[in-house]
């Protein structure tokens, strides 16, 4: 968010605990959980956070359906299913918290991001999007 500050641009931030059980917290809880324990160091976001929802499984977030379905998996390696909490397990799961959707203003996805990603990769993709992309037009 700070390098995009001014730009037609948002980050959605959606908790989840079926990765190895590493989100145990009430909802009501979180963002005092980011504050002080994880990130810590009195880290407070600077876009939305919602509250804990599925990305996977029989239990899945219709959202992550829509995203899953619109983006092809990044990563053939699903990791290890102890501590993976969800089922049925499918390859286009979400593999571990901190998977990313970039999408565009009109809603559609543009591109999923792994986790081992460079952050600057997906920079530079929101960054060619502002640049060439005119949220007037959507």
């Not at 956070?49 to 977030?61: M, Y």
């Not at 959707?101 to 986790?115: A, C, S, T």
Request: glycine share 8%; with cysteine; proline share 8%.
């Amino acid at each position: 968010m700070d390098k995009f500050t001014g730009a037609s641009f948002t980050i959605l931030g959606f908790p989840c605990n079926q990765f190895g059980l590493q989100e145990p917290e009430e909802n009501y809880e979180t963002l005092n959980v980011l504050k002080y324990v994880r990130p810590g160091g009195g880290f407070i976001p600077r876009f939305q956070v919602f509250g804990k929802l599925e990305v996977n499984g029989a239990d899945e977030h219709p959202l992550f359906t829509f995203l899953k379905e619109s983006c092809s998996f990044v990563n053939p390696f699903i990791g290890d299913p102890k501590r993976l909490y969800w089922s049925p397990m499918k390859v286009s799961d979400i593999r571990w918290n901190f998977e990313k959707f970039l999408i565009l203003p009109n809603g559609v996805p543009f591109k999923r991001y792994d986790l081992n990603d460079p952050i600057e990769m997906l920079e530079n993709d929101i960054s060619t999007l502002l640049e060439t992309v005119d949220v007037h037009d959507y």
